[in-house]
């Protein structure tokens, strides 16, 4: 079946650093999009950034934009999320995500969702 495990999480000052990691099987990895998204207490889930199954093309929330990049290695059927210069704001559950068809910033077009992990910035 279908498994996505995110890794990475954890506590950092603001303006460090953190990898998100997020380890796919169960179906081929190739050829699907892929997404991040978070929710952080008391508020929606909200889409972080997505990656298309070639890898060549990714989008944004504009909140993230310039700070975090999403990437993908289809030979080891992960993505990843670099996020830098990381704010108070960004504290959250970050979630990975396989799209149901093609790249999407609704989480609605996403059919299988990881456990989470949390990332906890400190001010």
């Known amino acids: 079946q279908v498994q996505l495990v995110e890794s990475g999480g954890g506590l950092v000052q603001a303006g460090g650093s953190l990898r998100l990691s997020c380890a796919a099987s169960g179906f081929t990895f190739s050829s699907y999009a892929m997404g991040w998204f978070r929710q952080a207490p008391g508020k929606e889930r909200e889409f972080v950034a997505a990656?298309?199954?070639?890898?060549?093309?990714?989008v944004y929330a504009d909140s993230v934009k310039g700070r975090f990049t999403i990437s993908r290695n289809n030979a080891e059927n992960t993505v990843y999320l670099q996020m830098n210069s990381l704010k108070p704001e960004d504290t959250a559950v970050y979630y990975c995500?396989?799209?149901?068809?093609?790249?999407?910033?609704?989480?609605?077009?996403?059919?299988?969702w990881g456990q989470g992990t949390q990332v906890t910035v400190s001010s």
């Open positions: 995500a396989r799209a149901k068809y093609f790249y999407s910033s609704n989480p609605s077009e996403y059919a299988y």
């Open positions: 990656i298309r199954s070639s890898g060549r093309s990714t």
